[in-house]
């Protein structure tokens, strides 16, 4: 499982790098992937210090640090 996760958070990664910011769902949407993968995979970026969460009014904003 965390050979899943490690690659659902490269693909994570290389689409902030292209993409910029973007908001959560837009990341769920176009990865096609369940929340409990997607997050999974975004606190392993944040523990690694890649990427941040900010908090918009409805949603979540993530980019690269």
């Known amino acids: 499982m965390s050979k899943q996760i490690g690659l659902l958070a490269g693909k994570i990664w290389n689409f902030l790098n292209a993409k910029g910011e973007v908001p959560v769902l837009v990341l769920k949407t176009r990865l096609g992937v369940p929340n409990s993968l997607l997050y999974l ?5 944040i523990r690694e210090e ?14 690269l640090h």
């Open 41 to 45: 995979a975004l606190g392993w970026l």
């Open 50 to 63: 890649k990427i941040y969460i900010k908090k918009e009014t409805k949603d979540y904003r993530v980019g």
